[in-house]
């Protein structure tokens, strides 16, 4: 079945490190991908997608590649900032049969000044 | 309104009791979807709305829960006999179109609250 695997958090870093949070997928066909973030107190929102292999989404410095030889779709971040304090979501949406979003469990970030 | 609405933001009720969950939508969005999100659990998908119909409920954990749709707008998700597993954030998200074009992008609303007792 479609299933998205994301690491397990909580991420805590200094401002200004680097970010990895890592997302793997298992997905019949060729589905889209999204990362998707929630800031306290707020509702969830896009931050970037790739709709096929080798993409790159892109958003406020954040970066992820459709990778489909690794069935992977990492986020990225060269330098965080305090304001990037959130929870992380990545997703797939299955274009085979009926279009419906897996969401991965969440990753949070706390970045510290 | 500006984004997806919806209401009440908390509910608190007791085991047994029927609830309903409604979600505005924002307007001209003809997809809309309903998710489940727990603690620990991430978000786990129930029901989608292509206009009034629903092509997926395979996500609806059992038959207790019921969704509709009218006019292609308002959606209602209904809980029947609550148990205390159902105490969750109620997530409602529309978007422009379903499917893999480039107006895919949902759009969240602030959710509802569910506490059972």
């Known amino acids: 079945g479609n299933s998205v695997t994301q690491m397990e958090g909580p991420v805590t870093l200094s401002e200004e490190a680097f970010l990895t949070i890592n997302c793997t997928y298992t997905a019949t066909g060729y589905p889209s991908l999204f990362w998707y973030v929630q800031y306290p107190g707020e509702g969830l929102q896009l931050l970037l997608k790739a709709t096929k292999a080798d993409d790159k989404g892109s958003n406020k410095g954040f970066e992820a590649t459709y990778r489909k030889e690794t069935t992977s779709f990492h986020l990225e971040k060269g330098s965080v900032q305090v304001s990037d304090s959130a929870v992380y979501f990545c997703a797939l949406l299955t274009t085979s049969g009926t279009y419906k979003y897996i969401f991965g469990t969440g990753t949070r970030l706390k970045v510290l000044a | 309104g500006a984004g997806v609405s919806q209401s009440p933001s908390n509910k608190v009720t007791e085991k047994g009791k029927d609830v309903e969950l409604r979600c505005d939508p924002i307007?001209?969005?003809?997809?809309l979807y309903w998710y489940r999100q727990s603690l620990g659990q991430g978000l786990e998908f129930l029901i989608y709305f292509q206009g009034n119909s629903a092509p997926d409920k395979s996500g609806l954990p059992s038959d207790r829960f019921s969704a509709e749709r009218t006019g292609g707008s308002v959606s209602t998700l209904t809980i029947q006999r609550t148990q205390q597993e159902d105490s969750a954030v109620y997530l409602c998200?529309?978007?422009?179109?379903?499917?893999?074009?480039?107006?895919?992008?949902?759009?969240f609303g602030p959710g509802t609250r569910l506490t059972v007792l």
């Open positions: 307007s001209g969005h003809t997809a």
């Open positions: 998200a529309s978007s422009l179109v379903t499917g893999s074009g480039s107006y895919n992008e949902q759009f």
